[in-house]
């Protein structure tokens, strides 16, 4: 299967994105499918996902209350829906996928990653 990011772009402050991830030669209700961000020179961090397993969408603290994470079955595609963006929301954002039945929110556990996408929040 691969993963296709779009929806990155540049946005002021207080501005909103939608991140898609659309899924070809598989079926994203099968995989635990979660989004994570690099920043420069930072490690890439959790922003927020689903396990194939559970209903409840988890977030990190950082983006809880601005960022929505949805999926889309008909589609196969996953949506991260970010309002309010911070200068500090700006890096590259991924979406990754396993087939682990839990979400973990060590990068290092998801085999199968997206391309990325730059998103940019200007002050």
């Known amino acids: 299967a691969q993963f296709v990011e779009s929806g990155g772009g540049l946005v002021q402050a207080g501005g909103s994105l939608r991140l898609s991830c659309a899924a070809s030669?598989?079926?994203?209700?099968?995989?635990?499918m979660v989004w994570f961000r690099q920043a420069p020179g930072k490690e890439r961090e959790f922003v927020a996902g689903?396990?194939?397993?559970?209903?409840?969408?988890y977030y990190a603290d950082s983006v809880k209350g601005r960022f929505t994470n949805s999926r889309d079955n008909y589609k196969n595609t996953a949506y991260l829906q970010m309002n309010n963006l911070e200068p500090e929301d700006t890096a590259v954002y991924y979406c990754?996928?396993?087939?682990?039945?839990?979400?973990?929110?060590?990068?290092?556990?998801?085999?199968?990653w997206g391309q990325g996408t730059q998103v940019t929040v200007s002050s």
């Open positions: 689903q396990s194939r397993t559970d209903s409840r969408m």
């Open positions: 030669g598989g079926t994203l209700s099968l995989y635990t």
């Open positions: 990754a996928v396993s087939r682990a039945p839990t979400l973990s929110r060590d990068y290092r556990d998801y085999p199968y």
